[in-house]
């Protein structure tokens, strides 16, 4: 069975050919105008139609040429030396991580040594403060014990003193 044909203006229909071949129309305004050198133009018309072969054909070899451009011997060092660019900047990359992560460590031990020491030397301070502390009440209870009108003349001269300090202090902030 036949199949149907698929009508459009991309198919031609070949029922609509003319029957003949149609006639040279050039050739004939060629022979009103006079020119009957037929050889000499069919030469030229030869090379020139040659010329336009050789121009299609150097322009799908440029284009080629230039489609396969990255892959040109040419190009095979600048390639070489882009991807050696690119592996060096990687490793460079991976050891900067590296040693990133080696300080970022060494830092943390580090912090960790200076708490521990910091905790320690703390505990030193606050053990001498706690004994100096025990040793000041120690000696304030023995002075009082023994000179104790010495201490109440001492606590009223303090306690004026401090008093015509801060009454000084407030006449200067008033101005």
């Known amino acids: 069975m036949a199949e149907r044909v698929h009508h459009s ?30 050889p000499a133009l069919d030469r030229r018309a030869a090379e020139l139609g040659t010329a336009a072969g050789k121009l299609v054909v150097m322009a799908r070899q440029a284009r080629e040429t230039l489609a ?30 590296r040693r990133a992560v080696q300080l970022t460590d060494a830092a943390r031990e580090k912090a960790l040594d200076l708490k521990h020491e910091a905790g320690a030397k ?29 201490v109440a003349v001492a606590a009223g001269v303090a306690g004026f003193l401090l008093g015509v300090a801060l009454r000084i202090r407030r006449a200067n902030r008033a101005y």
């Open 9 to 38: 203006s991309d198919f031609p229909n070949f029922d609509t050919y003319p029957a003949a071949p149609p006639s040279n129309e050039s050739a004939n305004l060629l022979e009103e105008h006079g020119v009957t050198n037929w």
């Open 68 to 97: 396969n451009l990255p892959h040109n011997a040419v190009f095979d060092p600048i390639s070489n030396l882009a991807q050696t660019t690119r592996s060096g900047a990687e490793n460079l990359r991976r050891l900067a991580a």
């Open 122 to 150: 703390a505990a030193v301070l606050g053990r001498k403060a706690k004994v100096n502390l025990e040793r000041a009440q120690v000696r304030a209870a023995h002075v009082v014990r023994e000179y104790p009108v010495h």
